[in-house]
């Protein structure tokens, strides 16, 4: 299982379309001339590296001299791995601007459009068709935006920096196997800068493994055909693990006096369990007396929706490993089955630059509630955390960062500790 995120998407939350659209270029230095061809002269030293272990992997002369060989470094890729979000992403700006009415009614005519291949897929592979096509629409806007980066120069500028060398030098090699295989010309191989490809955004190594024939023409071309890449998602997505019968989730409502400190996507429990505790689906509906293994996530707190995450949600996350994204492809895939928004309206909550949520998390960890390394990023561990301390406050402990929660961690005193 834990070989599996690397596959496809090495950034939590990084689909092609967010990389582009919310991580605005920051302002580089202009290289001087000798510290331009000191760059040059170390990144065809590394080139040479990588045309050895692409030799020694059975890459072909031929692909290793004429492509390989010919690999630019682009510098704006660097840029683009560089860049921070200025702010901390909250569930309600994520889940709107991507669970749309756009792609919702998008989303239902390219099911009805496929409808009987889908229904194919789902025969073998036992993946809904409204899931196959929620990932289309949230990872390409089903095909309106696949990107146009070189794959082989971007994969080999990214090998060459030192930050992530060792998977993108193994991507590279696959990128070049992929070549290989499926006779492509390296002009056609487009896809994000960080080297995803096609409808459905696979790295190399996915494409390689899990890609397959949809239309039966012979190709699995992942960038030109829907077919093959619907039936790519629906293979890898039974690789990854899904459980055809089950949804991912739902969407869950919680009684007052409800004990948050049982929420967060470790604590495992049985359906019955969350029954008992007063969970309801949406409607006041009973939930069912099974040992179904349920976790609740209350992604913007307990003013809220809250969701109860079946073994499908950890499927999704393997294919990109963030939360948010796994609640937005469950719930785009309902409504473009015909289920219905969301049961209320998501809450305004308070926006944190990076800086700020960094403080916080050192804060909360000088006061002894480890949250690990404060990277800015509200994750289960962050969220963790911030429940501790919440409990220990006697506040609600949703692990939400609410604008009381901070006040109170940033007002406490390091000597003052809990424990
Ligand atoms: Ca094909």
């Given at each position: 299982?834990?070989?599996?995120?690397?596959?496809?998407?090495?950034?939590?939350?990084?689909?092609?379309?967010?990389?582009?659209?919310?991580?605005?270029?920051?302002?580089?230095?202009?290289?001087?001339?000798?510290?331009?061809?000191?760059?040059?002269?170390?990144?065809?030293?590394?080139?040479?590296?990588?045309?050895?272990?692409?030799?020694?992997?059975?890459?072909?002369?031929?692909?290793?001299?004429?492509?390989?060989?010919?690999?630019?470094?682009?510098?704006?890729?660097?840029?683009?791995?560089?860049?921070?979000?200025?702010?901390?992403?909250?569930?309600?700006?994520?889940?709107?601007?991507?669970?749309?009415?756009?792609?919702?009614?998008?989303?239902?005519?390219?099911?009805?459009?496929?409808?009987?291949?889908?229904?194919?897929?789902?025969?073998?592979?036992?993946?809904?068709?409204?899931?196959?096509?929620?990932?289309?629409?949230?990872?390409?806007?089903?095909?309106?935006?696949?990107?146009?980066?070189?794959?082989?120069?971007?994969?080999?500028?990214?090998?060459?920096?030192?930050?992530?060398?060792?998977?993108?030098?193994?991507?590279?090699?696959?990128?070049?196997?992929?070549?290989?295989?499926?006779?492509?010309?390296?002009?056609?191989?487009?896809?994000?800068?960080?080297?995803?490809?096609?409808?459905?955004?696979?790295?190399?190594?996915?494409?390689?493994?899990?890609?397959?024939?949809?239309?039966?023409?012979?190709?699995?071309?992942?960038?030109?055909?829907?077919?093959?890449?619907?039936?790519?998602?629906?293979?890898?997505?039974?690789?990854?693990?899904?459980?055809?019968?089950?949804?991912?989730?739902?969407?869950?409502?919680?009684?007052?006096?409800?004990?948050?400190?049982?929420?967060?996507?470790?604590?495992?429990?049985?359906l019955?369990?969350w029954r008992?505790?007063?969970i309801t689906e949406?409607?006041?509906?009973a939930l069912n007396n099974?040992?179904?293994?349920?976790?609740?996530?209350?992604?913007?707190?307990?003013?809220?929706?809250?969701?109860?995450?079946?073994?499908?949600?950890?499927?999704?996350?393997?294919?990109?490993?963030?939360?948010?994204?796994?609640?937005?492809?469950?719930?785009?895939?309902?409504?473009?089955?015909?289920?219905?928004?969301?049961?209320?309206?998501?809450?305004?909550?308070?926006?944190?630059?990076?800086?700020?949520?960094?403080?916080?998390?050192?804060?909360?960890?000088?006061?002894?509630?480890?949250?690990?390394?404060?990277?800015?990023?509200?994750?289960?561990?962050?969220?963790?955390?911030?429940?501790?301390?919440?409990?220990?406050?006697?506040?609600?402990?949703?692990?939400?960062?609410?604008?009381?929660?901070?006040?109170?961690?940033?007002?406490?005193?390091?000597?003052?500790?809990?424990?």
């Open positions: 299982m834990s070989g599996f995120p690397s596959l496809r998407c090495f950034l939590p939350r990084c689909t092609i379309g967010l990389c582009f659209l919310a991580y605005p270029l920051l302002a580089q230095e202009p290289l001087l001339e000798n510290e331009q061809q000191t760059q040059a002269q170390s990144f065809a030293q590394c080139v040479v590296g990588l045309q050895q272990k692409a030799l020694s992997a059975g890459i072909s002369t031929n692909t290793v001299e004429t492509i390989l060989g010919q690999a630019r470094y682009l510098a704006k890729i660097l840029e683009y791995d560089r860049n921070q979000p200025e702010f901390v992403q909250t569930f309600p700006g994520y889940f709107s601007a991507r669970v749309n009415d756009w792609r919702i009614t998008k989303g239902r005519e390219m099911l009805a459009k496929h409808k009987d291949f889908l229904a194919k897929l789902t025969q073998e592979y036992g993946v809904p068709g409204h899931y196959l096509v929620a990932f289309w629409g949230l990872e390409t806007n089903f095909g309106n935006y696949i990107g146009k980066m070189p794959i082989i120069d971007s994969l080999t500028t990214l090998a060459c920096d030192e930050r992530r060398s060792k998977f993108f030098s193994a991507e590279l090699m696959q990128a070049l196997r992929l070549l290989e295989r499926e006779n492509l010309a390296v002009s056609d191989m487009v896809g994000s800068w960080a080297g995803a490809m096609g409808h459905a955004q696979f790295m190399p190594t996915a494409y390689l493994t899990y890609a397959r024939d949809g239309d039966g023409d012979g190709k699995m071309d992942l960038w030109n055909s829907e077919l093959d890449a619907l039936a790519s998602a629906a293979n890898f997505l039974k690789a990854l693990g899904w459980q055809a019968g089950f949804r991912w989730g739902r969407e869950v409502l919680i009684p007052n006096n409800f004990d948050y400190q049982l929420a967060g996507k470790s604590n495992v429990q049985a019955s369990f008992e505790k007063g949406v409607g006041n509906i099974s040992d179904l293994p349920a976790a609740l996530v209350v992604p913007a707190g307990h003013t809220g929706p809250a969701f109860l995450i079946y073994h499908n949600f950890e499927v999704i996350l393997r294919w990109n490993n963030s939360e948010y994204y796994g609640i937005a492809v469950g719930q785009l895939a309902d409504q473009i089955a015909g289920r219905g928004p969301l049961s209320k309206p998501l809450p305004d909550l308070p926006q944190y630059t990076l800086l700020e949520m960094q403080e916080f998390q050192q804060k909360l960890n000088d006061l002894g509630f480890d949250v690990g390394k404060p990277d800015g990023i509200l994750g289960p561990a962050t969220r963790q955390g911030v429940r501790a301390f919440q409990a220990s406050k006697r506040l609600i402990a949703d692990g939400y960062p609410s604008k009381e929660t901070v006040e109170s961690v940033m007002s406490e005193t390091s000597t003052d500790t809990a424990l």
